[in-house]
């Protein structure tokens, strides 16, 4: 194992793999090797210090492909620092309380508690009309949930800050 970090999210749109990537550069900006990957392109966790993971909510759930990452690693995933993310509320204000308490699908819960990740965060969305098919938008409006990009990038960089620090701190 080496100093390297791995990013690994599952997205639909597009929206999660841009704060899959803030991430990996605010941990690049704070001196660690880092790459940031599809969780369906990540081969093997052997070379990794620590692990970021995350994924876009559709429905209370984590996509596909983030979903089986969980379960096809947690063995090495357990041995290592991790911390997750999920992605998805649209709308004004924190994005828990927008969620009604939602952290982290119930299904992946077992495995997120054998795995013990140091931290793991709720990030708001966005939703663009234009990246959606019929089915999508017709959806979203059913639900009235807010179209648009809601993304805080300063608490994506904050949370991003404090995942270095923790790792700064495993290193010594």
């Given at each position: 194992?080496?100093?390297?970090?791995?990013?690994?999210?599952?997205?639909?749109h597009g929206a999660t793999a841009e704060i899959a990537e803030k991430i990996g550069q605010v941990l690049r900006q704070e001196g660690w090797r880092v790459e940031v990957l599809p969780a369906n392109r990540v081969a093997d966790l052997a070379h990794y210090k620590a692990v970021v993971v995350g994924s876009a909510v559709y429905i209370g759930k984590w996509r596909r492909q983030a979903a089986a990452f969980l379960k096809a690693n947690e063995k090495a995933l357990a041995e290592r620092p991790v911390w997750l993310f999920s992605t998805g509320p649209t709308g004004e204000g924190d994005p828990v309380e927008l969620t009604k308490g939602w952290r982290f699908?119930?299904?992946l819960q077992p495995i997120a508690d054998r795995i013990r990740p140091r931290d793991i965060a709720v990030f708001h969305g966005g939703l663009d009309p234009k990246k959606m098919n019929a089915i999508e938008r017709w959806m979203i409006k059913n639900v009235k949930a807010p179209l648009g990009d809601f993304r805080d990038w300063k608490?994506?960089?904050s949370w991003a800050m404090a995942i270095a620090g923790g790792l700064k701190k495993s290193a010594s």
């Open positions: 194992m080496n100093d390297q970090v791995l990013v690994t999210y599952a997205t639909k699908p119930k299904a608490a994506i960089t």
